[in-house]
Every structure is written in structure tokens, then in C-alpha cells.
């Protein structure tokens, strides 16, 4: 068994945050010493196994003051100290800076260090101060691991040799919901309200489908991520006067329970990783239909017409039409409905956390 560190900025309910989860809870499972290191901590956050060490390797309350470099450093030494201390096994980062972070903080000791790419890099590892980083850094990580062949082909080929595609383990709940002997008339989505999950052009495409089917109602699960999306939807749904048939439904920890009610299930991100909402969604066994956004989230795990239907990125007439032939060919959205909850052999944690497994000794051997 091995001593794991995992990093990444906080563990505030997110995507790459409910992977650690999962991951940190199941690993300490099988008797690895696991140990979460964060920079801050966030009032709604992932829970974590007792047997899981959460530590705090950020900014101190006496250096709140100090200027902006003087903090970047700072967060180097603190991560860099507590790894001396600790001497793990190896490092896992998750997301941008946690990877930039771990990888400086280890220069110099004889650590390997797997990096992870959870989002689209396209806008997200392409500034002037990635540039410059990647090429300093990057070759020095033991390993990587990304969700999609678009996330890999993104970064230079020394990186894309030494790297492995694992998909996001699913939390079991959405596993053993039962089965619905019934649908209701609903359209579902599940996922924050933030910009680039473009439920407003949700709203769009379901107010087209509302003229057809008027005895349908769309709802969005989801938290407010602060950032204007809540207040544009609040607002289209009352320019449009549909506050009868469309409802944001806020967070949610039962959706296992809530999804599986619905006749479908729209996915509308003009980007993503690898979006947990859409995994969990195939689970269940909804039938779906998905924008095939960048870098290729939707299209690792849904082929067209088989297990869901991929539509462009930010066309509400193509998402209508899409949800209309699910509402209307029944026979086609139970069929897709099967085939989408055989996901679950590829996402379940024991699955998952096997690849994470193989790839993770196979690194700390080779290194």
C-alpha cells in the first residue's frame, strides 16, 4: 500500500473536487495512508472518509498582508515543507494551479509527481504565463492523466508519452436508484448556474419545445455560482412569463432521487472536462441529449444515436429539436435510456479507482 498526497486549491463542491473525493475515500478504503491537502477550506464542501488526513498547506492569517509574490511563495515553501515532512509515496495534483504549484514545490527532491487535467485547455492553459510555464514545468511531472483525447492532444508530446485517459468514478447512489415504472413530463438539468454551462440557451431551446409539448416543464438543479447566470435565467424566465414551467430548482443531494423522474435529460456546456452532471445522468439511465462541446466530454462517453444524442454548442434550435424527438419517439429515449446506464461498468468506483490504481504504481516504479 502506498502513502498518497493529493492538492488542489479546495475541496468546494466541483468536479474536480468530487473526483479527489471519491478517489481520497476509496483508496483509504483499501488501506492506503491518504492525506487531502487544500489551500483554503469552503463552508459546502465534498465529505471525506475518517480514515482520510485533511490538511491545510495554504496562506496563514499573519500573511494576509504580504504583497502578491510574497503569497505565491509562500505557498510553494508551506507545500514544499509539509511533502519533507511527510514523504509520501507520491503527489497527485488536480486542476491549473495545484499542478504548477505541486511541481514547483518539488524541485530538487526525488518525488514523482502526477499531474491532472480536469478542463478544456483551450482558454484555461494557452495565456503568455502558461507558456512560459508548461515548457519550465510540465516535463517534469512523472505522469498525467486527462479525461479526453481532446485534453491530450492540447499539450506537447513528451507529456501526451508518458500520460493515461481515465474517466470520472461516479458515486454508487446513482447506481442503485430504482428504476422508474413511470416518467413525468419534464425536462431536467443538473450542474451549477454558472456561464459556460449556457442554461440560457437551455431556456431558449425549451421555450421552442414548450410551444409543441405545452404540458411539459423544464427544471435546472443547481447552486448560484455568483457570477450573473442566476439573475440572466431569473430574468429570461419572467421576460418569457414561464414561471409556470420553468424552475430553478437550486442544489441538490438527491438527485438520484429527483432525475430519474424526468423524460429527459439536457446537457448544454459550450465547454467542459469531463462534466460529472452528464456521467451521473447515464447512470441513471435518462435518455439525453448533449451538446458535443470541447474538448470532447460528451463524445468520450456518448455515441450519437446509441446512448444519447450530441447536438452543436450553443444552437437552441438543434437542442429543441433534439429534445422534441425524445418527448415524441419514446421507443428511441427508452432505448437510449439502456444503453446510457451502461456506463456504469466503465465509471464505478471500483473501476475507476483500479486505472488510478495501475497507472499510479506503474509511475511510482518507473520513476
Not at 483509504?28 to 475518517?50: G, H, K, M, P, Y
Not at 509539509?82 to 509520501?88: A, D, M, T, W
Not at 416518467?183 to 431556456?203: E, T
Not at 434550435?317 to 424527438?325: D, K, L, T, V
Request: proline residues 5%.
Amino acid at each position: 500500500m502506498s502513502k498518497i498526497v493529493f492538492h488542489l486549491n479546495c475541496l468546494e463542491q466541483g468536479g474536480a473536487e468530487r473526483v479527489v473525493s471519491n478517489l481520497a475515500n476509496q483508496f483509504a478504503r483499501e488501506n492506503d495512508e491518504v492525506i487531502v491537502t487544500t489551500q483554503w477550506q469552503s463552508e459546502n464542501e465534498f465529505a471525506l472518509d475518517r480514515k482520510v488526513r485533511r490538511v491545510h498547506v495554504g496562506l496563514r492569517p499573519c500573511d494576509e498582508k504580504k504583497g502578491r509574490l510574497g503569497k505565491f511563495w509562500l505557498r510553494i515553501r508551506y507545500f514544499r515543507d509539509f511533502l519533507k515532512k511527510e514523504k509520501p509515496d507520491i503527489v497527485i495534483a488536480f486542476a491549473q494551479k495545484a499542478n504548477y504549484r505541486a511541481l514547483m514545490s518539488t524541485i530538487g527532491m526525488k518525488l514523482p509527481v502526477i499531474i491532472s487535467v480536469r478542463t478544456d485547455p483551450v482558454g484555461h492553459y494557452d495565456s503568455l504565463a502558461d507558456k512560459i510555464q508548461i515548457p519550465l514545468l510540465f516535463p517534469r511531472a512523472a505522469g498525467c492523466v486527462f479525461q479526453t483525447e481532446g485534453q491530450k492532444e492540447f499539450f506537447p508530446e513528451y507529456l501526451q508519452k508518458k500520460s493515461c485517459i481515465i474517466l470520472n468514478p461516479v458515486h454508487e447512489k446513482y447506481f442503485h436508484a430504482p428504476k422508474q415504472p413511470s416518467r413525468q413530463k419534464r425536462v431536467v438539468q443538473s450542474g451549477r448556474l454558472v456561464d459556460f454551462k449556457n442554461q440560457p440557451m437551455l431556456i431558449e431551446a425549451f421555450l421552442k419545445v414548450h410551444k409543441k409539448h405545452p404540458d411539459y416543464e423544464l427544471r435546472i438543479y443547481g447552486g448560484d455560482s455568483f457570477d450573473g447566470t442566476k439573475e440572466i435565467l431569473e430574468k429570461l424566465i419572467r421576460d418569457n412569463h414561464a414561471e409556470a414551467y420553468i424552475r430553478l430548482m437550486g442544489a441538490s443531494d438527491s438527485l438520484e432521487k429527483q432525475l430519474p423522474e424526468a423524460e429527459v435529460y439536457a446537457f448544454s456546456s459550450d465547454w467542459e472536462g469531463l462534466p460529472n452532471a452528464l456521467l451521473e445522468a447515464m447512470a441513471l439511465g435518462l435518455p439525453i441529449v448533449a451538446t458535443d462541446c470541447p474538448c470532447g466530454g460528451p463524445r468520450t462517453v456518448i455515441s450519437h444515436e446509441k446512448d444519447g444524442l450530441l447536438v452543436p454548442v450553443k444552437d437552441a434550435g438543434a437542442m429543441a429539436e433534439g429534445i422534441c424527438r425524445l418527448i415524441e419517439d419514446r421507443e428511441l429515449a427508452e432505448r437510449l435510456g439502456r444503453n446510457a446506464r451502461k456506463i456504469r461498468e466503465r465509471v464505478n468506483g471500483q473501476a475507476i479507482t483500479k486505472q488510478w490504481r495501475d497507472y499510479i504504481d506503474e509511475v511510482i516504479a518507473g520513476y
